[in-house]
């Protein structure tokens, strides 16, 4: 998750409504810069956070349905463990392509 300290920026703070809001986007692309943030880095979080597991309500229910603890592990630990391959893989080959 993106951590933004509030530095006296002008447009931050908890009167914006959002965890930050900038003028322009190079305001924001220097605040993202600095945390150490990229396109790949982006990208892999689009990917993680739509391969990730499912809430504790959608396991809880995958439990009461199949009452098995096997099932409810494997449908827990299958996206995160695909979330990992795949993130991995593509920061290879977008290294392999872009490594500069």
């Not at 703070?13 to 003028?23: A, R």
């Not at 979080?45 to 309500?57: A, E, G, K, V």
Request: glycine residues 8%; aromatic residues 12%.
């Amino acid at each position: 998750m993106l951590t933004v300290a509030n530095l006296d920026l002008a447009g931050v703070g908890s009167d914006s409504g959002v965890m930050f809001e900038l003028d322009s986007v190079t305001d924001t692309a220097s605040i993202l810069h600095a945390g150490g943030w990229t396109l790949l880095t982006g990208i892999n979080l689009m990917l993680f956070s739509l391969l990730h597991n499912p809430c504790s309500t959608t396991i809880y229910t995958i439990y009461k349905e199949t009452k098995s603890v096997r099932w409810t592990v494997i449908s827990t630990l299958l996206p995160i463990a695909m979330g990992f391959t795949i993130t991995f893989f593509i920061t290879q080959i977008w290294r392999l392509i872009f490594w500069k």
